[in-house]
């Protein structure tokens, strides 16, 4: 008990300016001040997974909500559509028709035969 605390005693007055990087390295790794036993390690470990794992299905599953109200909003979107044509006439379409490909030119005005 007495050598930890010298030790905690010399590391505290010990200047960090004038100690070298692989001397405080193992002055770390040596000292067990504090030492988290490896048991609650594992239990803290498994916590963090199960929470990971409730978290990114809780994730998954928002994704997938809005993912499916995209496509209904897409899939309910109307794309008819209908011009004035310059000469009187128009062009339209309907996506409620039985072939959408379909275009639909009426001409109202002059025709090139007058």
Do not use: W
């Not at 794309?79 to 275009?103: I, N, R, W």
């Amino acid at each position: 008990m007495r050598n930890d605390r010298e030790r905690c005693e010399k590391m505290r007055t010990s200047s960090r300016r004038t100690a070298s990087f692989g001397k405080l390295v193992t002055e770390f790794v040596s000292d067990e001040h504090g030492a988290v036993q490896v048991s609650e390690l594992i239990l803290m470990a498994s916590i963090l997974a199960i929470g990971s794992i409730v978290g990114l299905s809780s994730y998954r599953n928002a994704v997938v909500s809005e993912y499916s109200d995209l496509g209904l909003a897409v899939g309910s979107l109307n794309q008819s559509f209908s011009y004035a044509l310059p000469g009187g006439g128009t062009v339209s379409y309907s996506d409620t028709e039985p072939d959408p490909t379909d275009v639909a030119v009426s001409q109202s005005g002059p025709t090139a035969e007058q």
